[in-house]
Structure formats: structure tokens, C-alpha cells
């Protein structure tokens, strides 16, 4: 079993920076990032294999965000920069075994970015 809690969101002006964190309890697993705004699909953010090495990046966010874990501490972490009014949704951490997938087996409860023009 995997239990993953999302800390970090919050309300930021455009072109400012938040990092997100899901610290993860349970197996060390590729983990990735999702989020969600008000009336739209869930979509992929970003992903890292487990031991790092390997990262993907949705197009909307490439060069803005950074995705990153620390094992020793079983936190995965998603560094955004310059962000802007459309990043603005509920972000999801996820873990499965097997990537890419479009619904990963597991998700933490979100935490909520808003980002003001």
C-alpha cells in the first residue's frame, strides 16, 4: 500500500514560483504529477522514474517546472517557475509501477495553485 499527502499550493501572482511537495509512505515507486482545473480534464504535468534518472514533461510546462525526488525522505517534488493564470488548478501526485499510464493506481488528495494575472 502507498499513501501519498500533497503540501505546498497556494495563491501566487504571475510569474512567481511555488514547490510542492508528496511525501510518500510505502514502496519507492515512479511517481508523476497531474492537475485538474475547474471544468477541464485531468492532465499529465510531469514524471520521475524512481530513481530519478529519467523525467517527462508535458509541453505546457516544459522549462518552467522541474520535477525532482529525494528518496531518503520519500518526498517527490514539483519546483514551479514563471508561472502563469493558466497553471492555475488542483495538483495531484501519483504512483504506479509502470509509466506512462493515464491513471496511475495511486493518487494523494491535492493541493490547490492558484495563480492571479
Known amino acids: 500500500q502507498v499513501q501519498l499527502v500533497e503540501s505546498g499550493g497556494g495563491l501566487v501572482q504571475s510569474g512567481g514560483s511555488l514547490r510542492l511537495s508528496c511525501a510518500a509512505s510505502?514502496?519507492?515507486?515512479?511517481m508523476g504529477w497531474f492537475r485538474q482545473a475547474p471544468g477541464k480534464e485531468r492532465e499529465f504535468v510531469a514524471f520521475?522514474?524512481?530513481?530519478?534518472?529519467?523525467?517527462w514533461y508535458a509541453d505546457s510546462v516544459k522549462g518552467r517546472f522541474t520535477i525532482s525526488r529525494n528518496n531518503a525522505k520519500n518526498t517527490v517534488y514539483l519546483e514551479m517557475n514563471s508561472l502563469k493564470p493558466e497553471d492555475t488548478a488542483v495538483y495531484y501526485c501519483?504512483?504506479?509501477?509502470?509509466?506512462?499510464?493515464?491513471?496511475?493506481?495511486?493518487w494523494g488528495q491535492g493541493t490547490q495553485v492558484t495563480v492571479s494575472s
Open positions: 520521475i522514474s524512481w530513481r530519478g534518472g529519467n523525467t
Open positions: 510505502g514502496r519507492t515507486l515512479p
Open positions: 501519483a504512483a504506479d509501477e509502470s509509466w506512462p499510464v493515464r491513471l496511475p493506481h495511486y
